[in-house]
Structures are given as structure tokens and as C-alpha cells.
């Protein structure tokens, strides 16, 4: 049985082309911040209009993510593999908050063979995906917290000691822009380590660790 996935895409207004665009790609609503109700609220949004989708999986993009070919396909297919119940990021990045860590765990699973980093936490928030009865949870849980939005879910993964799981290759990338939440200009680039280019590939359950 297919592991069906309900999907929303959290923008923000000045992204709004970025965040429609996504949203007419994959027929999913969207939740679209005019600047008034802020980041983690609308965050929130997005998870509730996916997990009302009813599915199994609910998926959060945020309006800067780039989709490789027949996403929601390899999507699905990656998901029916999961190792473990954890929540899946179809992105792992080569910048902050652990490059060098990432880097090496995501070359140690092309050359074991592994389709999955595993890790005791959620580092980027770009593409994120939760069984859907542990929405409202996490949803309840990260109301007690102001931290940035991947950090804040990754408090209720580590509360409750759930993994998260990284796709190899990525199936998400990230625009390269400048982000919304920091005015940093020393950021390094904010692209996946290794971005999906064969939709033939197929995922197993094979996993490295990475801490």
C-alpha cells in the first residue's frame, strides 16, 4: 500500500510567486504570511492543512524549494522505506547548522549503499515530513518554544525520541536566496549536499548515522 502524503507549502509574502508556483505544481494549499502573522504561526498553518488532508504522511515545503523530477512519486516511494517511525527531511544541506558532519555522513551512504542519515534531530526545515497523528502533537508541543522553526520541531523529535531521517540523494533543494529570518552575510550556500538527478533510483531502508 502506498504511503499516501498530504502536502502544504508554508510562504511568505515576498516569496509569493516562489510559494504559488509550488502550490499550483502540486495541487497543494498553501499558507501564505502577508507579513502580519509571522514565521512559526504560519508554520503551524501549513501542518495543520496537510495533516486535515486525512493521509498517512503529512509534508511541509517551504516556499523556497526546489522539487526534483516526479517529486511526489519518489516522495511516496521514499516514505514506503523509512527505516523507523520518524519524521523524513527530503533535504540535507551543506550549510549551517553542520556542514562538514553532513558532508560526511551523506558520502559514507553513497558508497555503503544507504538511501538514509539518520539523526537524532531535524537541522533544516525546507522539507519536512511527520507521520500525520504525530501533527498535533508536535503542533501542541512547540507552542512552548520561540525557537526557529526547524530547531523548534526538532525539540519535539528529541522530547520524544524520534529520529529523523535524510533522504540520499535529496529530493528537495533549496534556492539558493537570501533568508528571511537572519541578515547574515557569511552564511555558506544553502544548497543540498547531493540533489536528486536519476528518478529511476530507488530507496531502501539502509541507514548511516550522523550526530
Not at 518554544?145 to 524520534?162: E, I, Q, V
Not at 533522504?167 to 533543494?173: A, R
Not at 547574515?184 to 538527478?197: Q, Y
Request: glycine share 6%; charged share 15%; aromatic share 8%.
Amino acid at each position: 500500500m502506498e504511503a499516501q502524503v498530504g502536502i502544504a507549502v508554508c510562504g511568505h509574502v515576498a516569496r509569493r510567486e516562489w510559494a504559488l508556483e509550488l502550490s499550483r505544481s502540486l495541487s497543494a494549499p498553501v499558507a501564505l504570511d502577508d507579513g502580519s502573522l509571522g514565521s512559526l504561526p504560519n508554520h503551524d498553518r501549513a501542518w495543520s492543512l496537510a495533516a486535515d488532508q486525512g493521509h498517512a504522511w503529512s509534508l511541509v515545503l517551504e516556499d523556497d524549494a526546489v522539487l526534483a523530477t516526479d517529486f511526489v512519486a519518489r516522495a511516496t516511494q521514499a516514505l514506503e522505506a523509512v527505516p523507523a517511525i520518524g519524521a523524513v527531511s527530503f533535504y540535507l544541506g551543506g550549510g549551517q547548522p553542520r556542514p562538514n558532519t553532513a558532508r560526511e555522513a551523506v558520502h559514507r551512504a553513497v558508497r555503503l549503499g544507504a538511501s538514509w542519515v539518520r539523526s537524532p534531530s531535524a537541522y533544516w526545515g525546507v522539507a519536512l515530513a511527520l507521520p500525520t497523528q504525530h501533527v498535533h502533537p508536535m503542533l501542541q508541543h512547540v507552542q512552548r518554544s520561540a525557537l526557529p522553526y526547524d530547531t523548534r520541531f526538532g525539540t519535539y523529535l528529541c522530547a520524544y525520541r524520534m529520529p529523523c531521517f535524510y533522504t540520499v540523494p535529496s529530493l528537495v533543494d533549496h534556492r539558493d536566496a537570501p533568508s528571511l529570518i537572519t541578515t547574515s552575510k557569511t552564511l555558506p550556500t544553502r544548497t543540498a549536499i547531493a540533489f536528486d538527478t536519476n528518478s529511476k533510483a530507488i530507496y531502501n531502508s539502509k541507514y548511516i548515522h550522523m550526530m
